[in-house]
């Protein structure tokens, strides 16, 4: 899962983005509004964390123009005390969720987790496929109830494409999405997950989608 922070203060910046990359997040951060609305143009995101007093170009005016667009992007955004006003226009302009300064980091990440739950339109939040089921609050993996353990990248690439049950994912999608703007990502690294994932869960879980990407695609409750 792949995050855009926009947080002009250095030191909750860099707390937030600490934080979150060790919950197993990707996270891109930028520190103006007028950075963030090109990020946003031209990158995929899953969840946009969004402080609103930024210089310049404020947080709500980045805000209105992804809605604008139409883009459904999960948005939480950072407000000081005493900006009610800012709030609810922050709301009312589509924020998804807000946090008011000072909070605690366990709060953002459970919101983070509670947006990107909603998003992908579920209420439980624990991911299931069939016997497989990951939950991202513990990073657990289990297998008809037994734990698997899985390095990060594995993780993060099973957590993606189970979110994603039954759209194709393209390979710069997945690509962003587990490691944002870094670009020294070896070509076959993602080949490498995929084959890993497979023997430990079965060829059939991931489909290659020849030239395009990956899918997982979903089951019937049935099966
Ligand atoms: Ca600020």
Redesign the pocket.
């Given at each position: 899962m792949r995050i855009l922070l926009v947080?002009?203060?250095p030191l909750?910046g860099d707390g937030i983005r600490a934080g979150l990359s060790q919950d197993g997040y990707v996270v891109d951060w930028v520190t103006s509004g007028e950075s963030a609305s090109h990020a946003l143009a031209s990158e995929n995101f899953d969840l946009l964390v969004l402080?609103?007093?930024?210089?310049h170009k404020s947080g709500l005016e980045v805000l209105a123009e992804l809605r604008q667009r139409d883009d459904p992007l999960p948005v939480l955004i950072?407000t000081?005390r005493d900006t009610v006003a800012d709030r609810v226009r922050g709301l009312d302009e589509g924020a998804d969720d807000y946090l008011t300064k000072p909070f605690d980091l366990e709060e953002l990440y459970a919101r983070v987790r509670a947006l990107l739950r909603r998003s992908a339109g579920r209420g439980d939040p624990c991911i299931t496929h069939g016997d497989l089921v990951l939950d991202p609050r513990t990073h657990q993996v289990t297998l008809k109830g037994k734990p698997v353990e899985l390095p990060q990248g594995e993780y993060r690439l099973l957590e993606l494409l189970l979110q994603a049950q039954g759209r194709v994912l393209t390979r710069a999608h997945i690509e962003q999405s587990l490691y944002g703007w870094t670009r020294d990502v070896e070509s076959n690294t993602i080949e490498v997950f995929v084959h890993h994932l497979r023997k430990k869960f079965g060829r059939e879980l991931i489909r290659t989608v020849r030239g395009v990407g990956y899918a997982i695609d979903r089951i019937s409750e049935s099966n």
């Open positions: 947080e002009d203060d909750l402080d609103l007093g930024l210089p950072l000081a």
